[in-house]
C-alpha cells in the first residue's frame, strides 16, 4: 500500500497489489499486440507531435487517432519505438490519456485544447513537452 498527500494535503492511499492486478498485460504483451493488429499509418489521424526535452530524455512522442482510438506513439533517444493504445476522457481541463495497460504510479498524459501535452499524476501535472517542429523520422 503506498500513502501519498494530495495538494490539498490529504492523504491517499493507493493498493499497488490492486493497480497489479489491473494490469491486465505486461507492456511487452501490449506493445507486441499492437504491433500484430497492424495500425495502417495511412488511416490515422495526427493529433500532435512533441519532444520531451528534460534531461537524458529527448524522446519524440507522437499522439494519433485511428477508428476512435488514441495511441500514444514514442521514439526513444537509443532507436527503440513504442506504442500504446491509450484510453481516453473529456476533462474540463482536456483529454486526459492513460495507458489502456495502467501503470501503477497513476500517471496520464492531459491533452489541453491548445495542444499543450502535460505529463501528470494523482498530484497534478509536472512536465509539458515542447511541440515538435518536424516529424519523427
Not at 507486441?32 to 495500425?39: A, H, Q, S, T
Not at 537509443?78 to 504510479?105: A, Q, R, W, Y
Amino acid at each position: 500500500m503506498a500513502v501519498i498527500r494530495n495538494e490539498a494535503n490529504e492523504v491517499i492511499h493507493i493498493d499497488v497489489g490492486l493497480k497489479l492486478k489491473r494490469m491486465q498485460k505486461s507492456v511487452v504483451e501490449n506493445r507486441k499486440r499492437l504491433f500484430w493488429k497492424g495500425i495502417d499509418i495511412s488511416e490515422r489521424e495526427v493529433v500532435g507531435r512533441w519532444v520531451d526535452e528534460r534531461p537524458l530524455q529527448g524522446d519524440n512522442i507522437t499522439i494519433f487517432k485511428q477508428a476512435d482510438v488514441f495511441y500514444l506513439e514514442t521514439r526513444y533517444n537509443d532507436g527503440c519505438h513504442s506504442l500504446d493504445e491509450m484510453l481516453s476522457e473529456v476533462t474540463p481541463e482536456g483529454l486526459k490519456l492513460e495507458d489502456k495497460g495502467g501503470n501503477i504510479f497513476g500517471d496520464y498524459f492531459l491533452l489541453t485544447p491548445s495542444n499543450e501535452l502535460h505529463f501528470c499524476h494523482s498530484e497534478g501535472c509536472y512536465y509539458t513537452a515542447t511541440k515538435a517542429t518536424i516529424a519523427p523520422v
